[in-house]
């Protein structure tokens, strides 16, 4: 009897505790159909439900008008779109600056940035060049698709050619329309954002050899091919009435997506980076006219004769302007501490302040191409905690947060201020030791694995002892870049563990 009291109590409860759960919604542009939108980016909503205690991320796939629409009727806390829209956005409704931008990739390359590319078809022998398009039929998303129009749109008019005046456009939807419109022989070419044709390739929808680009471009370390100059990736915004702790916590996870976190890979994408500069999609749009500067520009005297007055009470208003000068350079102050702080999220990790892995690594190549140039030694050790998920098991998770700040602590006041520390993952740390030769580095490490051996981290009224096992490589001239050494250090680390651990290998 009391069982069914409980259970009846419990189901009672259930519609309050549901309602107690915030829900917050996220547009996303669907520059593709939304079937494949939603597949892209369906585990993004459940990752960052994740990371708000009693709140739920919910998505919505939105053409322009709707998000438009779900702007104007209050129905979105966050926004991810194009660079062009999310201009035209901001100049028509309140919207925040970016929180963070999308890094997209090809392989093991990443880039913040995106451009246009031009496609027609492989047996097109008389469209190759930006000469051949005029009069031909150009198959497009939209007008308001940076990398689909106006990019190309941009690079066409400095070359003497305006669209829509000199060719024909035929607008189809979205971007996987625009190859299907181009292959099926109803245009001559087609305007495709950089990273689409990958994609469908891909995912088994385009067999190479049906496309050629037209004016093909090359920017180092950019992965995917492009026709056009680069702009920045889509922006992550945060609607002004989001509460600042909750915008903190959706920038904080954002930031600290890799690309082999299953977030990244179900979309794609290696992540997303500190907010981008979307000055150049401003211009872009003021020189092809384009919402929200399609209104001609005025002369001088013309603005003179329509904004006199408007002009007048600016001047007058210059005393109060000087009294606001004052709370203006507080509010950049606090900007630029936010941006700083942002940019310090993008690189360490938040537990034990060391390097997170993709800083790391790019500090190793730099100290590589030292290596490489000047022929000078430099180590590798990769660090990895002994039976640290015992600690977890026994003691509980925050003591072994606890273990985890003292040996970051430890290794940290042990090092040089030329050295670096970072965390790799879980237990697993690695240093780099610049301008140290191996043997020197073992040195160092037997020193550091006595110290941690010696530590003890009190917690909850307990004494927790720890010890490192520690494996060593140098990095060497011939390396293609410093995740091979990292391999030779690793594979030192797994024999130290193999041979009974709190030992040094190399």
């Known amino acids: 009897m009391k069982l069914r009291c409980w259970l009846l109590f419990c189901f009672a409860l259930l519609p309050q505790l549901a309602a107690a759960e915030q829900v917050l919604t996220l547009g996303i542009f669907a520059y593709r159909p939304k079937p494949v939108m939603e597949s892209l980016y369906r585990m993004l909503g459940i990752y960052l439900s994740g990371a708000l205690p009693g709140q739920r991320v919910e998505i919505e796939y939105l053409t322009i008008t709707e998000m438009e629409a779900a702007l104007a009727a209050g129905r979105l806390d966050f926004v991810f779109t194009n660079p062009s829209q999310y201009i035209i956005l901001r100049h028509k409704n309140d919207l925040t600056g970016a929180i963070a931008t999308l890094e997209s990739k090809e392989g093991d390359k990443h880039t913040a940035n995106l451009g246009g590319v031009i496609l027609s078809r492989a047996d097109r022998d008389d469209i190759n060049k930006f000469a051949d398009l005029p009069g031909k039929r150009i198959a497009i998303p939209g007008f308001e698709f940076l990398g689909a129009y106006q990019a190309q749109a941009y690079e066409l008019l400095r070359a003497g050619i305006r669209l829509p005046v000199d060719a024909q456009?035929?607008?189809?939807?979205?971007?996987?329309?625009?190859?299907?419109?181009?292959?099926?022989?109803?245009?001559?070419?087609?305007?495709?954002?950089?990273?689409?044709?990958?994609?469908m390739m891909l995912e088994g929808k385009l067999r190479p050899g049906l496309v050629k680009h037209i004016n093909s471009q090359i920017f180092p370390n950019f992965p995917f091919v492009v026709?056009?100059?680069?702009?920045?990736?889509?922006?992550?915004?945060?609607?002004?009435?989001?509460?600042?702790?909750?915008?903190?916590?959706?920038?904080?996870?954002?930031?600290?997506?890799?690309?082999?976190m299953p977030v990244a890979q179900a979309a794609g994408i290696a992540g997303f980076t500190v907010p981008a500069d979307y000055e150049p999609v401003k211009h872009?749009?003021?020189?092809?006219?384009?919402?929200?500067?399609?209104?001609?520009?005025?002369?001088?005297?013309?603005?003179?004769?329509?904004?006199?007055?408007?002009?007048?009470?600016?001047?007058?208003?210059?005393?109060?302007?000087?009294?606001?000068?004052?709370?203006?350079?507080?509010?950049?102050?606090?900007?630029?501490?936010?941006?700083?702080?942002?940019?310090?999220?993008?690189?360490?990790?938040?537990?034990?302040?060391?390097?997170?892995?993709?800083?790391?690594?790019?500090?190793?190549?730099?100290?590589?191409?030292?290596?490489?140039?000047?022929?000078?030694?430099?180590?590798?050790?990769?660090?990895?905690?002994?039976?640290f998920k015992r600690i977890n098991d026994t003691y509980g998770h925050a003591a072994g947060d606890a273990v985890l700040v003292a040996f970051a602590t430890t290794v940290r006041d042990?090092?040089?201020?030329?050295?670096?520390?970072?965390?790799?993952?879980?237990?697993?740390?690695?240093?780099?030791?610049?301008?140290?030769?191996?043997?020197?580095?073992?040195?160092?490490?037997?020193?550091?694995?006595?110290?941690?051996?010696?530590?003890?981290?009190?917690?909850?009224?307990?004494?927790?002892?720890?010890?490192?096992?520690?494996?060593?490589?140098g990095l060497q001239p011939g390396d293609a870049n410093s995740e091979q050494a990292l391999a030779r250090a690793d594979a030192a680390l797994y024999r130290a563990k193999s041979a009974g651990r709190n030992r040094v290998e190399i």
Not at 444 to 459: K, W
């Open 414 to 473: 042990a090092l040089r201020k030329v050295d670096c520390f970072g965390r790799m993952g879980g237990e697993e740390f690695a240093v780099l030791l610049t301008g140290c030769a191996v043997k020197d580095a073992r040195m160092f490490a037997e020193r550091l694995r006595q110290l941690v051996a010696d530590l003890r981290v009190s917690f909850d009224q307990q004494s927790i002892g720890v010890t490192v096992s520690i494996g060593i490589a």
């Open 227 to 260: 026709s056009t100059r680069l702009y920045p990736e889509w922006p992550f915004v945060a609607l002004p009435h989001v509460p600042e702790d909750t915008v903190k916590r959706i920038a904080r996870a954002l930031l600290f997506i890799t690309p082999d």
């Open 169 to 199: 456009l035929v607008v189809v939807g979205t971007q996987d329309q625009v190859i299907d419109v181009l292959l099926a022989g109803g245009a001559d070419v087609g305007f495709v954002r950089t990273g689409v044709v990958e994609k």
């Open 284 to 387: 872009l749009a003021r020189v092809l006219r384009l919402p929200p500067y399609e209104t001609a520009e005025f002369e001088a005297g013309d603005v003179w004769q329509r904004y006199r007055w408007p002009i007048i009470a600016a001047f007058a208003a210059g005393v109060l302007i000087i009294f606001l000068s004052a709370g203006l350079f507080v509010g950049n102050r606090r900007l630029r501490q936010t941006e700083a702080a942002l940019r310090e999220l993008a690189t360490t990790d938040g537990l034990t302040g060391a390097a997170n892995r993709r800083q790391f690594v790019a500090r190793a190549d730099e100290e590589l191409a030292r290596v490489q140039r000047f022929d000078q030694p430099a180590a590798l050790l990769m660090l990895d905690l002994d039976h």
